[in-house]
Nanobody
């Protein structure tokens, strides 16, 4: 069973950096592709980044290319989102998610962590 818990959110100024972490308390972490998504009030959840099971394939939303990086440590059951040069429009609740092998949708979601970027 996949159980995800995010951490690392906070309130920062524009131009700052944050690193989000997401830990899976289950024992099949490396079986899953992992993703980060974000959501603001009244809006749909939007894709931010994804990484495959061994980290050799990554994808990013256009809005974060060159500023965000995604990585994973399968030994620690953890996926990271390094966010640099943060902008006020990055303010959102950030969620990590897991997608099983061969699945088209992310099946498991964390509770989210709030990121607030002030101008």
């Amino acid at each position: 069973q996949v159980q995800l818990a995010e951490s690392g959110g906070g309130v920062v100024q524009a131009g700052s950096s944050l690193r989000l972490s997401c830990v899976d308390s289950g024992d099949t972490f490396e079986s899953y592709a992992m993703g980060w998504f974000r959501q603001t009030p009244g809006n749909e959840r939007e894709f931010v980044a994804t990484i495959n099971w061994n980290g050799d394939s990554r994808d990013f939303a256009d809005s974060v290319v060159g500023r965000f990086a995604i990585s994973r440590d399968n030994a620690k059951n953890t996926v990271y989102l390094q966010m640099d040069n943060l902008k006020p429009e990055d303010t959102a609740v950030y969620y990590c998610a897991a997608r099983g092998w061969g699945r088209s949708e992310f099946e498991y979601w964390g509770q989210g962590t709030q990121v607030t970027v002030s101008s």
